[in-house]
């Protein structure tokens, strides 16, 4: 992952948008944290058939990134919650966990490059997903935390890219 991270924040050439199915794509990546987070209750609630245009590649690693933040924000047994909504330009990703939550004084530093609150993090995670999500998607990211209680991270995507 931070190999991939630090590619992502460097990374020059422009994303291809292709028509991405969200609940496939959040599926498979549930399902490969879900094998090594077996105590960790995973909640998957997306319509069928949820389409985007977006880099498929890129909107997995910023999936991938945000679900195993919570993993690691966990003490198991916990809980993640991940739900999508759309209307009809935009998709609501909703990313919740029952973790550590995020101190207050480090709430503002959270998304800058090699910031971490894990003893064991490089920084990248949260950089890269914010790159890929507000530079190269045009989307937005919203997070509430509150600490010993949990994060949500809620990313808003365009359905359409130009």
């Known amino acids: 992952f931070m190999i991939e991270d630090l590619l992502s924040l460097s990374r020059l050439k422009p994303p291809v948008y292709v028509p991405c199915d969200l609940g496939a794509m959040l599926g498979e990546c549930v399902e490969m944290f879900r094998q ?3 105590l960790i209750d995973f909640e998957l609630n997306v319509k069928k058939n949820l389409r985007i245009q977006a880099d498929t590649s890129e909107i997995r690693q ?3 990134n945000l679900i195993k933040n919570a993993c690691e924000a966990i003490t198991p047994p916990g809980e993640i ?8 330009s935009a998709v609501r990703v909703k990313f919740a966990d029952t973790g550590c939550g995020i101190a207050a004084d480090k709430m503002e530093e959270i998304w800058q490059p090699f910031i971490s609150t ?7 995670g949260l950089a890269t997903v914010k790159k890929i999500v507000e530079e190269r998607h045009k989307g937005t990211i919203t997070f509430q935390s509150r ?3 949990g994060t949500e991270i809620t990313i808003i995507l365009p359905r359409e890219q130009s």
């Not at 894990?118 to 990248?124: E, V």
């Open 147 to 149: 600490q010993g209680e």
């Open 62 to 64: 910023v999936f991938a």
């Open 36 to 38: 090594e987070y077996k």
């Open 118 to 124: 894990k003893s064991s993090g490089m920084g990248f």
């Open 81 to 88: 919650r991940i739900s999508a909504q759309a209307d009809k």
